[in-house]
């Protein structure tokens, strides 16, 4: 009697009252009593106590293993492989996950194993073998409908939708994710159920480049987690709305909300914890807060230990190139998913550039142009233009101006004002680099006020220094001059593709532009110019 009055209080969502029961209940046989630490163990998973949560499963595999059903101890494994991962203890999930599957292997025709078939996918998905991730869930949708369950069958279109959007094939991808938010919304699933599909949608929104959708969705979870205010989803979706926060320039409560997820995710969600971290260093490096966008990686790093793109550029900002350039290679040596590099990708060519390697930043976004060509997304085809207009603009491309124009068109579109003056400050500078003061001017002057606007100190004193009156002789670039120093000293092209670390077809184009700049024919009347005009000693 009391074991189905804990059974309803599950269904019903009533956590509390069904671990109240379940601690008062006293059960005769071993079975009934790993049934009765399973449930417990719901209840606690619900209440946010995913450490007792874990504790109580654990005790209710050990009797479930022995005196059966197998069916329902390989289910105890598969959750205690998702506990486990929640925790950030790989190797011990791993172990669970592998239990579990000895356990269910003559359960093949049950719910359980398209269970352990979708974990095993997602392992698979994790590794990068995108095949036989699709196989396994394949098979655990079949199994799924074979058997009308619902949770299942959602789960499966939803593992099989996120695998497909990885292997370039979104639209196909985001079909079978509408299909299981379909039946979320129809009050088809359970909360877990839900809650996963939720996430997951979002989450490839996010990926994909979709970022108005992944804005309406994070609303919709945002209010069906109301109602579900414990354990894991009211903190993930306090995460995602965060992040569409941040992107649209409200700082300050994203950071708010950042912080508020990193509280409720903690003891159950580590890597998502740290994500809050990330967001939070993120923001922080933005505004220019130096000090608390350290503080804040560091605590990403001691829950997950994992390079992101936002710790390579606070090195960056921090003066320290060398630094920025292995931890980014690091990031994208660990991300095998093109959707996964093509976050890290922009970051890489930034900091290739600052450094000098202009090569590796080419290939960089080399790479990026082809992941968004593959994808067809906005946001990616607007990262793409920003990183070649980098490139462009480092080599003394003319063509950087109607790169990065694209670029600022294409984020302009997104509604993303960060990222639309970060580019609009690139237009400025390849506008000033082929002498266009109109469009220079206009485009400081935009990125400038969306910066002051969003509180960027950092980023908007960087665009101030650039806006200063810097008068070469012969309006020449920065970049001009220095070649000209060296020619000056007698270097030869080579010598001087070498020293700056660009290739010799560049070099023969700053000087064609220098002698049209200059009125001087040869590199002899270059360097007397150079002299005359105080060039050779001109700090810059």
């Not at 390989?74 to 205690?80: E, P």
């Not at 950042?258 to 409720?264: M, N, P, V």
Request: aromatic content about 6%; overall charge negative.
């Amino acid at each position: 009697m009391a074991l189905s009055e804990a059974r309803a209080a599950l269904a019903g969502c009533d956590w509390s009252r069904a671990r109240d029961i379940l601690d008062a209940t006293v059960c005769s046989t071993p079975t009934t009593e790993g049934e009765r630490l399973d449930e417990l163990g719901e209840a606690l998973w619900w209440l946010g106590r995913i450490d007792d949560c874990i504790d109580a499963r654990q005790r209710a595999y050990a009797l479930l293993e022995e005196f059966g059903p197998a069916s329902r101890a390989g289910q105890v494994a598969i959750w205690l492989y998702e506990h486990h991962c929640f925790k950030g203890r790989m190797a011990m999930a791993s172990g669970w996950l592998r239990r579990a599957r000895r356990v269910l292997e003559s359960e093949t025709g049950r719910v359980e194993w398209g269970n352990l078939l979708l974990r095993e996918a997602e392992e698979f998905h994790g590794d990068g073998d995108l095949l036989a991730a699709i196989n396994a869930s394949t098979e655990a949708l079949h199994l799924g409908r074979e058997l009308q369950s619902s949770d299942l069958e959602a789960e499966a279109l939803q593992t099989i939708g996120r695998i497909l959007v990885d292997q370039g094939r979104h639209r196909e991808g985001m079909g079978h994710l509408d299909e299981a938010m379909l039946l979320a919304v129809e009050g088809r699933l359970g909360p877990y159920a839900t809650g996963k599909v939720y996430c997951s949608l979002i989450g490839a929104c996010e990926d994909v480049g979709d970022l108005r959708r992944a804005a309406e969705w994070t609303e919709a979870a945002t209010r069906w987690s109301d109602h579900h205010p414990l354990a894991v989803f009211p903190g993930l979706c306090r995460l995602k709305r965060a992040e569409v926060l941040q992107r649209r320039g409200d700082w300050e409560l994203a950071e708010r909300e950042a912080r508020l997820a990193c509280e409720e995710l903690a003891s159950v969600k580590v890597s998502s914890a740290a994500a809050g971290w990330i967001e939070v260093g993120e923001i922080r490096r933005r505004i220019g807060d130096l000090v608390g966008a350290e503080e804040a990686f560091a605590h990403a790093d001691e829950l997950c230990c994992t390079p992101c793109s936002g710790m390579a550029l606070l090195r960056l900002a921090q003066g320290n190139p060398k630094a920025a350039a292995g931890i980014i290679d690091d990031a994208l040596g660990d991300a095998k998913i093109p959707l996964i590099r093509a976050r890290l990708l922009p970051a890489k060519v930034q900091i290739c550039v600052a450094a000098g390697r202009l090569a590796d930043a080419t290939d960089a976004a080399d790479e990026l142009e082809h992941i968004a060509a593959q994808y067809e997304s906005d946001a990616l085809v607007a990262s793409a233009f920003s990183s070649r207009g980098r490139v462009q603009l480092a080599v003394a491309d003319s063509s950087a101006r109607a790169t990065l124009r694209r670029a600022v068109e294409r984020w302009q579109q997104l509604d993303v004002p960060y990222e639309t003056a970060s580019a609009q400050l690139l237009l400025g500078q390849a506008c000033r680099s082929i002498d266009d003061p109109a469009g220079e001017e206009a485009a400081f002057k935009s990125a400038i006020a969306t910066f002051d606007r969003l509180g960027a100190a950092y980023d908007a004193r960087h665009a101030r220094q650039l806006c200063e009156v810097r008068t070469l002789p012969g309006g020449l670039s920065e970049r001009e001059a220095e070649v000209l120093r060296l020619v000056a000293k007698g270097a030869t092209n080579k010598d001087i593709a070498r020293t700056l670390d660009l290739s010799d077809k560049t070099i023969a184009r700053h000087l064609s532009n220098i002698f049209a700049k200059t009125g001087a024919p040869t590199r002899t009347a270059a360097t007397a110019f150079a002299f005359e005009s105080g060039i050779v000693s001109t700090t810059i």
